[in-house]
């Protein structure tokens, strides 16, 4: 059987060769006995015998005398036995057929394969091994421990929970790309000066301040990243600490208009302005508490400026022209101000959407 692994950084066989079976064959080659092979490596016929039948494995010492007898390098004898090694160790910690498939059930697997995560047509012991290794954990009986360890905060939508499985999966991914990139140590002073260059990127279309927007942020030690969303999820974005380094703002695909985008990155920002050590995962419009009150508070305060704000709030404005008028004055995307004044009941939803810019978000997530 020779299947593969799905990992990172390529697929390694799950399968492996004793090395035992490798000296049976060079033994043969040079027309030698068993009894006669010992006598010139200095091994007991026993031992000889227990490595060709793969009961006793090659130690470091035996290579280096079979190194010296056979010309095989040492280092390539303690090589075949690390891997057999590794493979006895690997299919002895499988779990039976039925507790596989039950794990595997929690997971979108049809998904991950259509994402690369998961190869079409591994076996399910391979696809075990891929998802233990996304989710950082050791066994499927981790997998509780893991979700503890996330200790996700949820703003869920009124309407629809995220399932806890599937969220889990979601933000591996998004650390899966945050810990590819070059991050710079987390500087709360950097991430504070970035954040007010984004904010006047808001302007800008999408092409143009996207990949500056991850830059900055990367030399303050935040990662932007951005993952489509799986079954049995729907929210807009995630705050998490991955390291006491690093952080990572990480976004869903299911914002179509500029207004969501940016509520959503500045909210998640605040979240890591905030809330350190701390994982969040917002859906816009869903229930919050004090936390996602700070953070809707702190984007506010630092896209718009609360006073402000209110003071504009206060004139019931209605009009293209008005909302222009205080998107130039506050320099953001009149978009952003329609959005923040439909949340605010101050325009009905079906009010001035053409200000809004519409973004096409799938090519971000490459």
Known sequence: MCSE??????????????????LAEYIEL?????????????????????????????SAETALKLEHVLGMKAHIWTKLQADWNLYE????????????????????????????VLRKGASAGSMLESILTLLKIGTPGALEDRLLNLAVQHRHSKSFQSDENHLAVWLMLGEQKARSMNLAPFDKKLFEEALIEVRNMTREPLESFFPKMIDICAQSGVAVVFEPLLSRTKLFGSARWIDKNHAIIQM?????????????????????????????????????????????????????????????????????????????EVGLHPGIIVGMLQHRGILPYTHLNGLKARFELKSLAA
């Open 5 to 22: 692994v799905v990992k990172a950084e390529g697929w390694s066989p799950d399968w492996a060769i004793h090395p035992g079976e490798h």
């Open 252 to 328: 869903s695909l299911r914002m179509k208009s500029n207004d969501h985008f940016w509520w959503t990155f500045f909210h998640e920002a605040g979240h890591i302005m905030l809330h350190r050590g701390r994982t969040f995962a917002d859906d816009q419009g869903g229930v919050g508490d004090g936390a996602e009150d700070e953070a809707d508070a702190w984007a506010e305060n630092n896209l718009v400026g609360r006073s402000c704000f209110a003071e504009f709030c206060k004139t019931k404005p209605r009009s293209e022209a008005a909302v222009r008028r205080f998107a130039d």
């Open 30 to 58: 040079k027309g030698w006995s068993q009894a006669e092979f010992a006598r010139l490596t200095g091994l007991t016929p026993k031992l000889v015998s227990t490595i060709i039948n793969g009961t006793n494995p090659v």
């Open 89 to 116: 160790a690997r299919k002895n910690c499988q779990p039976n057929a039925a507790e596989t498939k039950s794990f595997l059930a929690k997971f979108p697997i049809k998904e991950l394969i259509k994402l690369g």
